[in-house]
């Protein structure tokens, strides 16, 4: 299998969560999506300067990470609007799924140099991992200042979704502790669940690498999950079953923690 070739989408808009939520917000699941969109587009909800960048953010952003997944997945986040963690955690997860370059340096660098005990991480070191990709041929040959605006960005994205903290244009980002809400983690459950995992494939999916997360806390957090009522969960050894309760993504997002 070749390695994914990166890109600098996530330039586009971040991690887009205020915008994300007014979409939310504002959708009317009686619509289609198209419908949505259109009517989002034509009275401007989300209050961009311009209709061109309004439609950038809407078909470049937001039609990749929460509509083309399904019809099923904007309806849920509603449910999801009253918190916010949970929310940011599944914009996270949806982002990430469709962002290789996030996904990427969340799964390999960040995660490394946390288990390495390193708290800190500079847009210099994101630049130079970058430059590493390009070497590879797995990234575009970007010129140095390009590389250093897609780091920035990279690194800005991982701090809205709570992952690293830190003010806006520093340079610098301190690694956060390893955590991730309740019901996020049981909308990135689901997610990975639709998409074809089995019981250990959800275990050691690399979904969690993302938030830092290892093993006994993934059995930790399935053990909470099975107590909030949506699936079944035992383990014996190596040996792992998860057998789902809810019947669907939008029941996952109404449990309570």
Known sequence: MSAPQYTSRILKAGAAIDDTRR???????????????????????LGKPSRSRLDDLLNRVISPRYV?????????????????RAFTDACYYETARCDALLAAFAEGPVRSWWQDGRTV?????????????????????????????????????????GILRGATRSPRKEIASPSISAR?????????????????????ASAWDRWLLDTPTVLAM??????????????????????????????VTGADA
């Open 184 to 204: 996020g983690f049981c909308y990135a459950a689901w997610r990975e669940h639709e998409l074809g995992a089995s019981s250990h494939a959800l275990v050691h």
């Open 68 to 84: 083309e997944p399904g019809p099923h997945i904007i309806p849920a986040l509603k449910g999801l609007l009253s918190d916010h």
């Open 23 to 45: 979409v939310v917000e504002v959708w009317d699941i009686s619509a289609s999506a198209a419908e949505n969109m259109e009517r989002i587009s034509a009275e401007n909800t």
């Open 121 to 161: 991480i500079t847009v210099a070191e994101a630049a130079g991992w970058l430059e590493k990709l390009a070497a590879e041929g797995r990234a575009p040959a970007w010129t140095s200042s390009v590389r250093e605006r897609a780091a920035q960005g990279v690194l800005s994205a991982l701090r809205d979704f």
């Open 222 to 251: 399935l053990d909470l999950a099975a107590r909030m009522g949506v699936l079944r969960f035992s383990s014996a050894g190596s040996a792992v079953r998860v057998d789902w309760l809810a019947r669907s993504l939008a029941e």
